[in-house]
């Protein structure tokens, strides 16, 4: 008698935490799409799941998770352009992508992207800045179409890990013909460093992100880069 009772107690438990399944669900928002990025979670530190780490804009108005304003375009071959990040959450994550906004230009030009560090104390045109990894590669992207104007996604190709609470450096080359990249056309330093970092004439061959490189031309404002980390 005393089993039956002890199992009917246990079934009633049961049944207490399944009707409290639902509400407990709600505390935890699905996924939600930003600027047509990526979907993330807004509890994504706390759960794991995939958040935007965004090229930092003026006053890091992009910061923490959302995809960057990108106001104005530029046409750009042969040269690697690189933009300072935001911070990644504070805890450490991988690289899943990374991210640039294509505008329109000619039929097959080509684009790669990787991760490099931002070194402290880093000088425009002095500092050499390094890859995170050589899985910080993406795959490269070849342009369908003379028109795009879209986000390209590209994977990277193996393990790129992330501290937490840091800044980096997403670069992407481009190259074989001229193509429009979204940035944002606002005035944007880090730490006294200015945005927007460049290493003018890198042609763009089958291995076409340096490692290490280091800049030799800049400017103030912030290419429309972010990666997904998890």
Do not use: H
């Not at 979670?41 to 003026?58: I, W």
Request: hydrophobic share 35%; net charge neutral.
């Amino acid at each position: 008698m005393e089993g039956r009772l002890g199992g009917d107690a246990m079934i009633w438990r049961f049944l207490v935490l399944l009707l409290a399944a639902p509400a407990w669900a709600q505390l935890s928002p699905g996924p939600t799409s930003v600027g047509g990025g990526p979907a993330y979670n807004v509890n994504a530190a706390a759960v794991g799941a995939p958040v935007v780490v965004p090229a930092a804009g003026a006053s890091d108005v992009n910061c923490p998770a959302t995809v960057p304003t990108t106001n104005t375009q530029t046409t750009q071959q042969d040269n690697l352009n690189a933009s300072i990040t935001c911070a990644t959450p504070s805890r450490t994550t991988s690289v899943l992508s990374v991210s640039f906004f294509a505008a329109s230009g000619t039929t097959g030009s080509k684009m790669k992207c990787s991760v490099y560090t931002f070194p402290a104390g880093y000088v425009a045109a002095t500092t050499s800045v390094p890859k995170v990894a050589a899985g910080c590669d993406t795959t490269e992207w070849v342009a369908p179409g003379a028109t795009t104007n879209a986000w390209i996604t590209l994977t990277t190709t193996g393990s790129c890990p992330l501290a937490a609470s840091t800044r980096y450096m997403i670069a992407c080359n481009q190259g074989i013909s001229p193509y429009a990249i979204g940035y944002n056309n606002t005035s944007c330093t880090v730490g006294g460093v200015q945005c927007n970092q460049q290493r003018n004439s890198q042609v763009y061959t089958t291995t076409p992100l340096p490692d290490p490189w280091t800049a030799n031309n800049q400017g103030t404002a912030s290419f429309g880069f972010y990666m997904t980390v998890q």
